[in-house]
């Protein structure tokens, strides 16, 4: 396998261990608490709404059958994980599009203090903008999933079903939070798509390693402003000629 898709992987984990850097703090601070209160939120409410339905079907159930309940816990866990990565990644990521476009030039400041890089400045008009540019992101990745879904159903490709999900979430993170540094330069989405396939072992190093810490409990409410991070100092390096 490519030296690349390592070094993406290892971005990815850099972007977490600079999160206590001076200077990021208090940036990495707004997108943090507000995946705490999305997650958090989401997992209480969806917690009160399966005791209320675990509690329903007891009702239904003949006491020799009671024990079926217990079955719905493992759908109920899966279920919470798909809504929970899904819905609340893309409602979290848009909330705090904005500040994650400071984060983003703040990393390019600390790695570039003369100030050469494009992401040195920012207009309140971009940074006005930044949700719906994260609402179009969301609608690319909307009608892209049609493939894998669809691919899910044709028999014998089904199999593979799961890799096909794990690649395309990959390549999804990776163009997410590669957005934040490249768009701050000035590199517009469609651009964006093709450098990210133009290196994409590098992007699906980096998406891959992105996607397996959002599964770790705990430690997926520091992935998004760490991939952030991870990302900006993946493309600082990859994209030497627009520094």
Do not use: C
């Not at 396998?1 to 990021?24: C, D, E, H, I």
């Not at 719906?132 to 669809?150: I, N």
């Not at 397996?212 to 409410?221: D, F, K, S, V």
């Amino acid at each position: 396998m490519s030296n690349s898709f390592f070094q993406g992987a290892g971005y990815a984990v850099t972007g977490l261990r600079w999160l206590p850097k001076a200077g990021l703090r208090s940036v990495v601070l707004i997108p943090l608490l507000i995946n705490i209160l999305l997650f958090g939120g989401g997992i209480w409410w969806s917690t009160g709404q399966f005791e209320r339905l675990d509690q329903t079907v007891q009702g239904w159930l003949p006491t020799w059958l009671a024990w079926l309940h217990w079955l719905l816990w493992p759908l109920f866990i899966l279920t919470v994980l798909l809504v929970i990565f899904y819905t609340f990644s893309l409602i979290a990521n848009l909330i705090a599009s904005p500040f994650n476009s400071i984060l983003a030039g703040r990393v390019e400041r600390m790695l570039d203090p003369a100030g050469r890089t494009a992401s040195s400045e920012f207009s309140w008009r971009e940074l006005l903008l930044a949700p719906l540019t994260e609402l179009g992101k969301a609608l690319y990745f909307a009608a892209w999933a049609l493939v894998p879904l669809l691919l899910s159903f044709v028999p014998v490709i089904n199999v593979a079903a799961p890799l096909i999900w794990a690649v395309f979430t990959a390549w999804m993170l990776a163009l997410e939070y590669a957005d934040y540094p490249l768009g701050n330069r000035g590199v517009n989405f469609r651009a964006q798509r093709r450098l990210l396939r133009q290196k994409w072992p590098l992007t699906l190093g980096f998406g891959g390693m992105t996607l397996l810490l959002t599964l770790i409990p705990g430690l997926n409410l520091l992935v998004m402003p760490a991939a952030v991070i991870g990302a900006t100092l993946m493309w600082h390096r990859e994209l030497p000629a627009s520094r």
